[in-house]
């Protein structure tokens, strides 16, 4: 509780409003101003991408692809950032389940994507701005947590099944002289260690504080999430 009062106090002190970008605007030769300009905005993450295939139909296809890549990156790097903070001290399986939420709420956010505007160019090339708010995004974090979490409590009871069902046959295999020490003292450490990494991943992770870093987050970067 207390990293997670630091990171708050943090957000409030280096909030400061985006620059708003008007994605309406127009360059001198007449283009959107959002495709010489990275636009900005405290309420949405946006994307922007261009492609010039062989026909208008597969470059704007291709220029919706690349939006959606460019706003999942700056959707991860937002992600990224709010996690390092809050589990700087993590590694190995806890720091790889981070990460694995970070993905599926990128993957989730996308979800609700919004093409703000296409243009083609007078060369052909088509150009695409595509958008999501941030004002969910910390609700979101927190709900693929709990959904993360939930299956690891189904595995753990899946590897104790697995492991009884194991120890069960070995114990029969025992009364027919089959078995011996070695594989039963291998079984049972192969769970201890499956059972306590998922254990320590269990014990480490707070949707609910994830939450409020990834609120912080946006907000010391300054977004605004009402």
Known sequence: MKKLF??????????????ETDITEKNADGSPIWTTEVPQ???Y????GSAKLSTQQNSRTAADANARADLSRKLQVMLNDAVSVYS?????????????????TVSMSIRGIKTEQSWTAPDGTVWTIVSVRTK????TYELEANQYLNKLEKDKLVLQDKYLSLMADI???????????????AVDSYYQRENEKLNEILDSIS???LAKAVAATLISNGYDLT
Request: hydrophobic fraction near 45%; proline fraction near 2%.
């Open 6 to 19: 630091v990171i708050l106090v943090i957000a409030i002190m280096l909030a400061s409003c985006a620059t």
């Open 41 to 43: 905005s405290n309420k």
């Open 45 to 48: 993450v946006y994307g922007v």
């Open 88 to 104: 700087n001290d993590s590694e190995g399986s806890v720091l790889a389940a981070y990460e694995q939420i970070t993905v599926q």
């Open 136 to 139: 969910d995004l910390d609700k």
């Open 171 to 185: 114990v029969a295999d025992e009364e027919k002289n089959e078995a011996t020490d070695a594989v039963s003292a």
């Open 207 to 209: 949707p609910e504080e």
